[in-house]
Structures are given as C-alpha cells and as structure tokens.
C-alpha cells in the first residue's frame, strides 16, 4: 500500500467521523496527532487512518485503541 497523507475532508469521509469528534478523540488519545503539512494545513498517514479504522471494525477496546494510537505515534518517531 502506498502511504499518504490525507487532509481532514478525507479522514472525515474515511471515519464516518465529524472534525470535533476526531478532536475529541485526539485529546483522549483514541487518535492519532495530525502531521504538519505548513503553517495552516495538517493531515494524516493514510495507514495510520485504516489501522485505527481496523481497530474499531474488530471491536477494540479504548484501551486497545489508546495502546495502538502510542504504538503508531512511535512509529513516526522511528521513521525518520
């Protein structure tokens, strides 16, 4: 799969979700932080997004979400 960065109207048509519920999300640590596109744009690893999809899809617990969002996060962190 090729990796890509997706801006907000795709997440959001990707998750079924509104922009103040991935916020929310974010702030609870069931989502992943956006990467800094510039100074006003930001987006999201497209595989992050499926995982995270997947994740919900198999019935994952909040924990089990809030271990993979660290897990993904990580992987950012060692990518570079």
Known sequence: MRRTILRMPAVK???GLSRSTLYLRISQGLWTR???LGSRAVGWPSD???ALNAAR???R???????LVQELEAA???AR
């Open 13 to 15: 048509s990707e998750s």
């Open 57 to 59: 899809i198999a019935g």
């Open 34 to 36: 956006p990467v800094s």
């Open 61 to 67: 617990t909040d924990e089990e979400v809030r271990s």
């Open 76 to 78: 950012r962190k060692s």
């Open 48 to 50: 992050e997004v499926e």
